[in-house]
């Protein structure tokens, strides 16, 4: 039916199946929401109809039913053919039949998802194509097909080696089921959520613009969770290139304090970081456990920035720099060390006279030989950071919002990982290195360079991202 404000008319959708196939998983995954219903190993596990929408441009343009699962299809096609005394009786009135049966009957559940397909304009039967092809499911399938409404088979858990695809479907073809979707609702795969709206979309005509809406929908959804997430880290990565800490000479014995305040300030910045791509991509934290190939643990990262460990692990080799911190991912520049205070304060006055035309950077000269030290993040740290924050984004992409497994990386991942381990860091970052009023790890971003430098070199530095993260979605 139309949609009350004249759009295109709103499709309702039943998700049926066996116990246990996943149909929760479909509808998580769909709506991208892992708080909807319960998912589970125990059968049975959903109990009655649960309802939710697909919004399109704010409005709510698919309805998805979950359903309890079809426990005994085998008993059920005995008793529909007991309730079919004349052959010639269409199939649908003998369903309408079952249904008007008292409630709380052996088939009571079956009776919950049979209504529900009824008042549907489209059932999708969900397979875990994992299991070999059965009596029930044949049953289950000989049911659906007599409720007079299309189905979409619809197999799940198909990036699984134990998957059965191709036996599924020479099933599924024998009893004249051709628009067969594969999509696994563990491993999120937008071109499969993409065949599976054109397969839908093969059987419902008049639906036609409702599933060409949500299928542009899905891809602008993408996209812009891809220049989130790329504005993020650039955001964090000029943030802790640009951040400096100054020591006055007369105060080094205060160095190491102030080591580990630039350490923790990054740590706590990185961890902002990692807490809004949580929150940008619907994931709460605390489900993750950790993982060897991606330590992620309530959310936070296992293994730290600073440790030498965590550079072998995304294979950086430490440079001089990360060595003058003493291993702790920091360098230290100590141009003045040799020379008096008084020495040095002179010098710094002539510098400032012959170098005042080169901004930022004869401040830096400035500052060194008046006699501060200058500590700051080593480049080997800044493409760690980068790393590990780029594999987070792309595996937040591809995860499934019913996935119960640890977050971890695949090869895809190690394809999309940070360019910049070995090539040299981007322009954007060294620029930053000169700008530490860019920063705002210590409270003094804005400084007195104009806001639009800095917010013109985190686009650039995002659209770069961008381009490593965001595989760009199939375009129908």
């Not at 309730?83 to 009786?89: I, M, Q």
């Not at 875990?128 to 858990?157: M, Q, S, T, W, Y």
């Not at 430490?318 to 205070?341: E, F, P, V």
């Not at 304060?345 to 400035?366: E, I, K, M, P």
Request: hydrophobic share 45%; glycine share 8%.
């Amino acid at each position: 039916m139309k949609n009350a404000a004249g759009g295109p008319p709103k499709l309702v959708v039943a998700v049926v199946g066996h116990t246990n196939t996943g149909k929760t998983s479909l509808v998580r995954t769909l709506t991208r929401d892992a708080r909807f219903g319960e998912v589970s190993n125990r059968p049975a596990t959903t109990r009655h109809v649960e309802g939710t929408v697909l919004l399109v441009d704010g409005a709510p343009l698919v309805e998805l039913y979950d359903t309890p699962g079809l426990e005994d299809p085998m008993g059920l096609l005995e008793h529909l053919e007991s309730l079919r005394g004349d052959r010639r009786c269409d199939w649908i009135d003998v369903i309408r039949e079952f249904l008007a049966e008292p409630a709380g009957g052996p088939f009571s559940q079956e009776a919950k998802a049979i209504r529900q397909v009824l008042a549907s304009d489209v059932a999708l039967y969900v397979v875990d194509a994992r299991d070999r092809v059965l009596g029930k499911h044949r049953d289950e399938l000989e049911i659906l097909g007599r409720c007079a409404r299309p189905v979409v088979p619809v197999l799940n858990f198909t990036a699984s080696d134990e998957a059965r695809t191709a036996e599924w479907r020479e099933h599924l073809a024998r009893i004249n089921m051709h628009a067969v979707a594969e999509f696994d609702t563990v491993v999120l795969d937008e071109t499969s959520e993409q065949r599976l709206f054109e397969k839908m979309r093969t059987l419902l005509d008049p639906f036609r613009p409702t599933l060409n809406a949500l299928i542009a929908e899905r891809q602008r959804q993408r996209d812009g969770l891809v220049q989130a997430a790329s504005e993020m880290l650039a955001d964090l990565l000029i943030d802790v290139a640009a951040c400096r800490l100054l020591v006055p000479e007369q105060q080094i014995d205060e160095r190491d304090e102030s080591l580990e305040r630039l350490k923790r300030l990054v740590r706590e910045r990185e961890q902002q970081c990692v807490n809004a791509l949580l929150d940008l991509f619907r994931f709460d934290g605390a489900e993750y456990a950790a993982d060897d190939a991606l330590p992620i643990s309530g959310g936070k990262w296992g293994s730290d920035l600073f440790s030498p460990a965590s550079l072998r692990e995304f294979g950086i080799r430490a440079g001089s720099g990360a060595a003058a911190g003493a291993a702790a991912g920091l360098a230290i520049d100590a141009l003045a060390g040799g020379l008096t205070l008084g020495a040095a304060a002179a010098l710094g006055a002539t510098l400032g006279a012959l170098w005042s035309s080169l901004g930022s950077h004869g401040r830096r000269l400035v500052d060194v030989f008046q006699g501060f030290t200058e500590l700051r993040v080593a480049d080997e740290t800044l493409r760690l950071l980068a790393a590990r924050q780029l594999d987070l984004a792309a595996a937040l992409l591809r995860r499934g919002h019913a996935s119960q497994d640890k977050l971890r990386l695949t090869g895809e991942a190690e394809a999309a990982r940070s360019p910049w381990i070995s090539a040299p860091l981007p322009d954007e970052i060294a620029e930053a290195r000169y700008h530490p009023e860019w920063s705002r790890l210590d409270g003094s971003a804005g400084g007195d360079a104009p806001v639009a430098d800095r917010t013109g070199a985190r686009d650039r530095l995002a659209r770069r991202i961008a381009h490593i993260v965001g595989v760009p979605s199939a375009r129908s």
